[in-house]
């Protein structure tokens, strides 16, 4: 009976919703290689012996090889996004060129991306792999980049509708509420591209950042769309 119990609970059938989707594998994947990725510096600033880091060594080096693959191909679903954002009607033409921006920025990382795959992957040794990578980190930069512009814009969007709502009327405390939803939901996204900009720009030596902050933030970030995604799969 328990096990019946633990079997056909709700949370179970949740989950198996959220892991069937290459998001959520995604996401928990990189939830763990930046933790092991901030544990490592931890334990390498406290003294601690090789034999106890290198297994975070290890997940950080083989997750991120393994979230390089699930990443293969994604590049097409970006450019797609792009045009049909270039394509749009009635939309504020700031949001509108901020996701054109974001997406052929997501797009570029991810085509460089793929390249550097077969060299990390050691199918196809490359002489250009490294300069590849630095590629795609401009590209994602360049993308998260218009993301928190899009974001900061929207924000000061809200506050300009919010300031004519009338909120002693019904239908102003309606919109109010969806308001501040709408608020909640820019401002996690937010954090989360401010968060995963610490990535490649300290990959990129524009800031200069220790493994442990850009690990930290990395972990935050993944979190955030960890939620996200599984609230999607509810």
């Not at 119990?5 to 198996?16: K, S």
């Not at 679903?77 to 052929?104: M, N, W």
């Not at 570029?108 to 002489?127: E, N």
């Not at 506050?159 to 309606?174: L, P, T």
Request: hydrophobic residues 40%; aromatic residues 12%; positive net charge.
């Amino acid at each position: 009976m328990v096990a019946d119990a633990l079997v056909y609970h709700p949370t179970v059938a949740h989950y198996l919703r959220f892991v069937a989707t290459t998001v959520g594998r995604d996401k928990l994947l990189r939830t763990l290689q930046y933790f092991s990725r901030f544990y490592a510096w931890y334990l390498f600033r406290t003294n601690a012996p090789t034999r106890l880091i290198a297994p975070w060594e290890a997940i950080k080096k083989q997750f991120g090889l393994s979230r390089k693959l699930l990443r293969v191909g994604k590049n097409v679903e970006h450019f797609k996004a792009a045009a049909t954002a270039a394509d749009s009607k009635g939309i504020d033409p700031v949001l509108k060129y901020c996701a054109v921006g974001r997406q052929l920025g997501y797009a570029m990382y991810l085509s460089c991306d793929t390249i550097t795959y077969l060299d990390v992957s050691g199918i196809r040794p490359l002489a250009s792999a490294k300069r590849l990578q630095r590629e795609a980190y401009k590209a994602w930069l360049t993308g998260l980049t218009f993301n928190v512009v899009a974001g900061f814009y929207t924000l000061w969007q809200l506050r300009q509708r919010e300031q004519k709502i009338d909120k002693k009327d019904g239908e102003g405390v309606v919109e109010s509420k969806k308001l501040q939803r709408d608020r909640t939901s820019t401002n996690q996204q937010l954090i989360s591209d401010l968060c995963d900009m610490t990535i490649p720009g300290s990959a990129l030596g524009y800031v200069n950042l220790d493994d442990g902050i850009v690990g930290l933030a990395g972990s935050v970030s993944s979190l955030i769309a960890v939620w996200n995604t599984w609230k999607k799969t509810a």
